[in-house]
């Protein structure tokens, strides 16, 4: 049998046991750990490419352990705020946060793949670094943007149209917006083989129409300009080499399955 963490993969001819983990992060370093581990352990993963690029950077050793396949979808980044806090400061996007000493963001938990890509925005432009920050869940953050007193925005990075989002849509539309998250110097980000992280791209208009800013031009639901980054199967090179026959499994059920996960974390 094989780990796989936090996969919706299913593969007919490979006996699978997913383990259910708290993001991109940890299952990185679940797939460091050797097989039988007390601590846990993987075969196979989804991550953020920003992750695995971040992981790879403070973990020399993983460069020749783990090992990219294709990526199976593209996660867009969602920048949430406060309605009355971004008219109030005049936030559109996220790089109008950087000059504003007195708002607080939340980034995700420390670990998950919301809070890695705060770290490459950070990386990218020192001054976001200086923006006040808690690390949380998002539904917790969620809460506490609403109410818009302590936390007024939050990251968060995944497919389009989640559950969470449909939650944000139906509940908190009157509190909360989706503002841009389209900051350019994120195209400078870089993997260990100096191939693009993010891609600038579009929440189209109407896709979350009732937490899209409104406008005369756009029929009451414009677009909202962010970045994307890859959510990347990986695996592990010494499951690959002791299980030839689970590896030929796995890139079956990639390619039977990609269409179908496309279309739903990224709908054209």
Same mark, same amino acid.
């Given at each position: &049998? ?20 708290? +993001? ?15 601590? +846990? ?15 790879? &950077?403070?973990? +020399?050793?993983?460069? +020749? #352990?783990?090992?990219?396949?294709? &990526? ?6 969602? *920048?949430? *705020? ?7 400061? /005049? ?29 490459? @925005? ?30 007024? /925005? ?11 989002? #449909? ?12 503002? /841009? ?12 083989? /100096? ?7 579009? @929440? ?65």
């Amino acid at each position: &049998s094989s780990d796989v963490c936090s996969s919706d993969l299913i593969a007919p001819n490979l006996r699978v046991q997913v383990v259910y983990t708290q +993001g991109s992060r940890q299952n990185l370093q679940l797939m460091l750990n050797a097989r039988g581990s007390k601590d +846990g352990w993987c075969d196979v993963s989804l991550a953020q490419n920003d992750a695995i690029r971040n992981y790879f &950077s403070e973990h +020399g050793e993983a460069k +020749g #352990q783990i090992v990219r396949m294709q &990526s199976l979808y593209s996660e867009k980044v969602h *920048f949430l *705020f406060n309605r009355e806090a971004a008219k109030k400061y /005049g936030i559109e996007r996220v790089p109008n946060i950087r000059d504003k000493k007195d708002l607080t963001i939340s980034v995700g938990t420390a670990g998950s793949g919301d809070n890695e890509t705060w770290k490459s @925005i950070i990386a990218a432009d020192k001054a976001y670094d200086k923006v006040a920050k808690v690390f949380e869940r998002k539904e917790e953050a969620l809460e506490r943007i609403a109410a818009g007193d302590d936390v007024q /925005g939050m990251v968060f990075t995944s497919g389009l149209n989640t559950p969470f989002v #449909q939650k944000v849509m139906k509940s908190y539309s009157k509190e909360v917006v989706l503002l /841009g998250f389209d900051d350019g110097d994120l195209k400078a980000a870089v993997d260990e083989k /100096g191939k693009p992280i993010y891609k600038l791209a579009e @929440i189209p208009a109407g896709m979350y129409r009732p937490i899209q800013p409104s406008g005369f031009t756009c029929m009451g639901s414009c677009s909202v300009n962010t970045v994307e980054v890859e959510a990347v199967l990986i695996y592990s090179k010494g499951w690959k080499d002791t299980d030839p026959d689970g590896y030929s499994a796995l890139v079956e059920a990639k390619n039977d399955l990609k269409a179908t996960i496309q279309k739903i974390n990224d709908p054209k």
